[in-house]
């Protein structure tokens, strides 16, 4: 079992920061991908940004220039840095890992987790 515990969320004015932490914990051997979603209300859950067991990094368009995701290997985390955060921003921030549980070759080493949810909200 691997378990995501999110935080950071909160209310911010328009144009604020806000830094997001998702820490995994649990059986895992290594983690792959990373990433954040999000999802507004009345709206479906979208990808924010994500980034590779490498180092590659991909973001939304609405986020670009804006938000920077990073990743601390040692600790099993990963970061949302948000700047600039403007009121369509709100929603509920979601973590998501792929984590493979074991270096044993099973067919159900790999595991997708998500955490359980940050609200975000920038108004002021």
């Known amino acids: 079992q691997v378990q995501l515990v999110e935080s950071g969320g909160g209310l911010v004015q328009p144009g604020g920061s806000l830094r997001l932490s998702c820490a995994a914990s649990g059986s895992i051997f290594s983690i792959n991908a990373m990433g954040w979603y999000r999802q507004a209300p009345g709206k479906q859950r979208e990808l924010v940004a994500a980034?590779?067991?490498?180092?590659?990094?991909n973001y939304a368009d609405s986020v670009k220039g804006r938000f920077t995701i990073s990743r601390d290997n040692a600790k099993n985390t990963v970061y949302l840095q948000m700047n600039s955060l403007k009121p369509e921003d709100t929603a509920v921030y979601y973590c998501r890992m792929v984590v493979t549980t074991t270096p044993i070759p099973r067919e159900d080493r790999y595991l997708e987790v998500w955490g359980q949810g940050t609200l975000v909200t920038v108004s002021s």
């Open positions: 980034i590779t067991s490498g180092g590659s990094t």
